[in-house]
């Protein structure tokens, strides 16, 4: 008997047909309300120990006022695409102790929290849940068990005994250098204490990631992930060098940003702005995108995809875990059409090539260890300052 699968745009069928001859047999009792995941749920990719699904979803904008509007009227939405993500095979959702603006400062460790406890689906699907949450390399941090201290703080607010991934969220390297080897003495404290599964880093340059790694290494603990800013707009020397370091030494990068703060979406143009500061930064950047723009979008037709979605799986084909912000179900349903296909070589290519022709790119985190010069952070711009907290 052979097994007939068709992807319509919400929902998998299924048929059964036989090889004879004799007309294809169908349940519709049985298969009526049938619904599977838009990809394989069995589609996995290895950061460390961890096996999680090809994309993830960043919260960065739960809880962030500032940048991205949040109300905590849009709570009820969020569990939804939270729920809709988690059914369709996402299982690693990554936050931060700072995401949050205020008062509300970890709302989305809270919600995250909040989100997994109540959920109503498959108990299985639940406990594979895997949250990646960044601890920051705040002044105030600057022994190895106040870091420790900040992760159990996490642990509370996601209601959890045993956080997947433990990540410094950026290095101090640079202005702070006695802090940062406090802050990595806290990652091999916080993994060996069993409160985190694996550890990883955000926002390091070249060259500081590879000590960390040999000193983490020395100490029995394996660096399994970088999250750096990784997309179409942010490919140049430091992204590649970092992409190359890390598949040398086997560690996963995680893609923050993949489409450009919105920028690679296809939804703006340069008469066409979004509100607050992120309008500012668009507007220096979104006239010089054209050519990417336009390739991006010519290949999405013929693909019968998004232009988002084009712009995600070049992150996945890259060999990276893309993790695209999401705040809302349509958002949810668009980006995991990015799943379960792959670009072609060529459409690799022309997307690169035509990015290399987009004059302008995306403004680097401040906090990014190769960007820092002098000793201290250099000062951000006014379009910097909206991203300093950034992935």
Known sequence: MALLISYPASTVCISCSTSSQNPAISSPSLLKNLKLPRFWPWQKVKIGPLSVSPMGFGTWAWGNQLLWGYQESMDNELQQTFNLAVENGINLFDTADSYGTGKLNGQSEKLLGKFISEFQGNKQLRDNIMIATKFAAYPWRLTPNQFVDACKSSLDRIQLDQIGIGQLHWSTANYAPLQERALWDGLVAMYDKG?????????????????????????????????????????????????????????????????????????????????????????????????????????????????????????????????PGVKSIKQAEENLGALGWQLTSDELLQLEYAALESPRKMVQNIFQTSLIRGGCPQEPTSSEQSKIRCG
């Open 195 to 323: 409160l985190v599964r694996a550890v990883g880093v955000s926002n390091y340059g070249p060259k500081q990631l590879l000590k960390i790694h040999d000193y983490l290494k020395a100490r029995g603990v394996p660096l399994c992930s970088a999250q750096v800013q990784f997309s179409l707009l942010s490919n140049g020397k430091d992204q590649l060098e970092i992409k190359d370091i890390c598949d040398s030494l086997g560690i996963r990068v995680i893609a923050y940003s993949p489409l450009g703060l919105g920028m690679l979406t296809g939804k703006y143009t340069p008469s066409n702005l979004p509100s607050g500061p992120r309008g500012l930064l668009f507007r220096q950047i979104l006239p010089g995108l054209e050519p990417l723009l336009n390739s991006l979008k010519e290949i999405a037709q013929r693909r019968r995809k998004t232009i988002s979605q084009v712009a995600i799986n070049w992150c996945i084909s890259k060999g990276t875990v893309p993790i």
